[in-house]
């Protein structure tokens, strides 16, 4: 069964440094992704991509985030510069737009740890 | 703003039914779903039920809606020790344009022998 998956699945960094998280979305899926779950808390949505843009995102979403699809395969998430408080685990998903209904397929997740 | 909740823990002896509970505040919920999480795995999507629905059965799973209460359950009969996880209940409003999910703040299943 086709999947969705992340690397790294557990990612140290040091405060103010940039991380880049990586995705691998189901194939012929067209809509993508980001959520995050600080630990004890609810999962929250990040950001959505499709067509080669952000179609939404939330306010958690700042100008320290960004997303891209660089190549026709991977969809990442750019932290540019991380704070104590973007440790969390960071869920990529996809989905296939135009069904009946959309739904999310997610990957295993990747822990960020910042130091 | 939208909001999900659930409790927290569950506890229930194998081959006992379990009850998840779940409620929510956008009456504007085209979807609600049934997310599983095992522990160092990502988010299962195990079933889902659209809001003109009140009940969908998957094999062991049982979905109610009550739409005017806003109140949202999963069953699961025969409950094994392999169902034990988290379960999130999550909502959606923009199916067709990407789909926003809002979750609920997860409930501990916790199967005894």
């Known amino acids: 069964e086709p999947e969705v998956t992340q690397t790294p699945s557990h990612q140290v960094t040091q405060m103010g440094q940039e991380v880049i998280l990586r995705c691998v979305p189901i194939s012929n899926h067209l809509y993508f992704y980001w959520y995050r779950q600080i630990l004890g808390q609810k999962v929250e949505f990040l950001v959505s991509?499709?067509?080669?843009?952000?179609?939404?995102k939330s306010e958690i979403f700042d100008d320290q985030f960004s997303v891209e699809r660089p190549d026709g395969s991977n969809f990442t998430l750019k932290i540019r510069s991380t704070k104590l408080e973007d440790s969390a685990m960071y869920f990529c998903a996809s989905s296939e737009p135009g069904a009946t209904n959309e739904k999310l397929f997610f990957g295993s997740g990747t822990q960020l740890s910042v130091l | 703003g939208e909001d999900v909740e659930q409790s927290l823990f569950l506890s229930v002896r194998e081959g006992d039914s379990s009850v998840i509970n779940c409620t929510y505040t956008d009456s504007s919920s085209t979807y609600l779903y049934w997310y599983k999480q095992e522990p160092g795995a990502g988010l299962q999507l195990l079933t889902y039920?659209?809001?003109?629905?009140d009940m969908k059965q998957d094999q062991r799973l049982t979905v109610l809606l009550n739409k005017k209460d806003k109140h949202l359950s999963l069953r699961i009969a025969d409950t094994q020790t392999g169902d034990s996880a988290i379960y999130f209940c999550a909502e959606s409003r923009s199916p067709g344009g990407g789909n926003k999910l809002t979750f609920g703040t997860g409930t501990q299943l916790k199967v005894e022998l």
């Open positions: 039920i659209f809001s003109n629905m």
């Open positions: 991509f499709y067509n080669n843009e952000i179609s939404e």
